[in-house]
């Protein structure tokens, strides 16, 4: 190679190394002014728009949570809050416990300030929750209730019980007995209990299609859960997607994400397992458990 052919190609005039080395130097004091010196215009902050967006966003997170909880209450009678139905409504393991020794003793709460005074609840849980407590007609109107001390006219004491039946155990002639409840709701009961085998908590008539809030009223007055048995256990570590999917709180997207948890992380122990999988229905994990077998 003629390295001495390639050096004619840098040889510069006197004025050409000075054009050069004035273009070096402007090259270094437009890269040090960029790199000190910022050109980014000032953005004006309106102080008084981000506080109405600010107050906005709460009021618009506070109407979207009370959405919520209206949309999953009912009417119902607060002396019969069970464990799950107590959980839900959003009381602690104190608040629960309190109220069941109190109805242990035979005793009812005939207003939403006995409530609160048996269960100790706060003031906020109770505006929420008390609008739905609903009890019976004769502690909403007692002054119809009287007692006549006319010989003429003799009170006659019905010292029996209403007879409460086993959900699990009703067929549906005795379902239709119950006001709202015709052929094709009854049937939709039973069919739905078969296929868990049984019910453990009266709140999932819920999730039987077509019963009102005042229907499912007049069913917990005749019906309770007495027995589990025969209830269809789900064998959560080795059934299939399909067996899974079988399982009516299961829909199929759900009982693939188990399988592919079970693979990455082995042996499902406890439902707190579950609830980590995406879609699972967290609001109902404490009976989804009742089904399940570890």
Known sequence: MNFK????YFNFSKSQRSGLLALLVLIVVLQTIYFFVDFSWPIKQNSEKEKWLAVQIEI??????????ESKLYPFNP?????????KLGMNVKEIERLLSFRKQNKFVNSAEEFQKVTQVSDSLLRVIAPYFKFPDWVNHKTKWKTYNNPNYPVFINKGKPIVIDINMATTQELVKVYGVGEVIAQRIVSYKESLGAFVDMEQLNEVWGLSPEVLTNLNKQFKVKSMTGIKKVDVNNASIKELAQFPYFKYAVAKQIVIYRSMNGTINSVDDLIKIKNFPVD???IISLYLDF
């Open 5 to 8: 052919k390639c050096f004619t």
């Open 60 to 69: 618009d997170s506070l109407k979207s949570t009370m959405t919520i909880k």
């Open 79 to 87: 002396n019969f809050i069970s464990d799950y139905k107590g959980y």
């Open 284 to 286: 109902k994990a404490k």
